[in-house]
Structure formats: structure tokens, C-alpha cells
């Protein structure tokens, strides 16, 4: 486990741009203090095994996940996460709640995480972001290390041009827990519900939410998605 004590050279963010062509260990690199890395890939790795090197690195610590869907070649990958004996306490998934209906997939993972972390450790909503954060429990020095990643990567290897930042602290992580607090814990959605979960009805007007099919009431909303017509 990587000692959380800010050394000398990490008083201030240390940010590293880097291309990577090869492993996430290898292009995220240790886990300190102030940690920013912006990163440009490949595909050689995923969501997944960036949050897996992290964890190698910090221990058992409380994790989310955020997702758009579950599809076939992300089962093994979520099954692994859910039977890591790091990932303790408020271990969070975040699912978009329309796509959990649609794949039988989703469906069994949802019924695993759930077994494993609790009944409500789902969160239900219309969601397309691709984010994770790791807590890691506190040390005698200090809090645990609180470690951010996001970009555009799925939960499985994808060979294309993919982007991924990560970092350590700041209003980032604190903004992402924040959200997490603030979601219902909603059981067989409506359309309707996840729209209120997700506060879009705040952010767009009722014409908007038509559009993109997520202002009726129906279950997987009403109108025609701009990219079917």
C-alpha cells in the first residue's frame, strides 16, 4: 500500500500528462497525495483495471462506480469487483436506470451488487457518465487517500482513442460524493423517476426532456431520439 503522507514533492498537485501504450499501472503510477494525471490511450485497459490499480494501491477502501450499461463482456468484470474483499462499507453503483431494464445483464449484476453490498447500494437514474472514486480508510497520519477517475472509458477494454483523468483530493471528489448522497434510492423505476432523480426537469425544459425520450411517464420514456430519426 502506498504511504499517504504528502512528501516534498507533492505540497503542491503534481499533474503529468501522459500517452499511454501499455498497462494502467504503468500509466497512472502511484497513488500519492495531490495525484493529477490526465491520460490519452489506446484502449489498452478500462475503467475496471484503472480502478483495480488503484486499489492496489490504497487497500480496502469504499468505492462507487458510475455506468450506462452492463453489457456481456462487463460481467466478469463487475462480478470481480463484487467479490473483491477490498471494497468495503458504502460501495456505491450508479446505473442508468432505463438501460438496467433493457439487458438481462445488468439485471444479474444488479441482483449480485446488491447481494453483496446491500439493498442500497444501487442508484437508479438517467445517467452516461463515466466516473469511480476510492476512499481509502484513514491511517494514523491522517484521512485515507480520496481518488478520482473519470473520462471516457467503459468498464471493458474498448481498442479506440479513450481519455482518463485521475487525482487525489479537491472539490472534484467532494462534488461526485456529494451527488451520490443525494440520489434516491428507487426501486422498478418509472420514467418519471429517474428523470426526478437525476434533476433533468431543472436543467431542461419539458420540450428537451421529449426529445430524447425522457419526459413521459412511460417506462422507457415517449419521444424519438434525435439520433433515430
Given at each position: ?12 498537485r ?81 446505473m ?31 445517467n452516461?457518465?463515466k ?99
Amino acid at each position: 500500500m502506498t504511504d499517504p503522507k504528502p512528501t516534498a514533492a507533492h505540497t503542491r498537485r503534481a499533474t503529468r500528462a501522459v500517452e499511454s501504450f501499455r498497462t494502467a499501472a504503468e500509466c497512472i503510477g502511484p497513488v500519492v497525495r495531490d495525484l493529477s494525471v490526465f491520460a490519452i490511450t489506446r484502449g489498452q485497459f478500462s475503467m475496471v483495471d484503472a480502478l483495480l490499480h488503484v486499489l492496489d494501491q490504497v487497500g480496502p477502501a469504499r468505492v462507487s462506480v458510475w455506468t450506462w450499461a452492463i453489457a456481456e463482456f462487463e460481467v466478469d468484470s463487475m462480478r470481480r469487483l463484487a467479490r473483491d474483499g477490498r471494497l468495503i462499507g458504502e460501495t456505491l453503483l450508479v446505473m442508468d436506470g432505463r438501460r438496467t431494464r433493457m439487458t438481462g445483464y445488468s439485471q444479474a449484476i444488479e441482483a449480485e451488487w446488491r447481494q453483496s453490498f446491500g439493498p442500497n447500494s444501487i442508484r437508479l437514474c438517467h445517467n452516461h457518465a463515466k466516473v469511480a472514486t476510492v476512499e481509502g480508510l484513514p491511517t494514523a497520519d491522517g484521512p485515507g487517500l480520496r481518488v478520482l477517475l473519470r473520462g471516457s472509458m467503459n468498464l471493458n477494454q474498448n481498442p479506440r482513442f479513450e481519455q482518463l483523468d485521475v487525482s487525489e483530493g479537491g472539490p472534484a471528489f467532494d462534488l461526485v460524493r456529494e451527488i451520490e448522497a443525494e440520489l434516491p434510492v428507487l426501486s422498478a423505476p418509472s420514467n418519471a423517476d429517474l428523470t426526478a432523480a437525476t434533476r433533468l426537469d431543472e436543467a431542461h425544459g419539458p420540450e428537451t426532456l421529449e426529445l430524447f425520450g425522457l419526459g413521459g411517464a412511460s417506462r422507457f420514456g415517449g419521444g424519438i431520439k434525435t439520433w433515430g430519426k
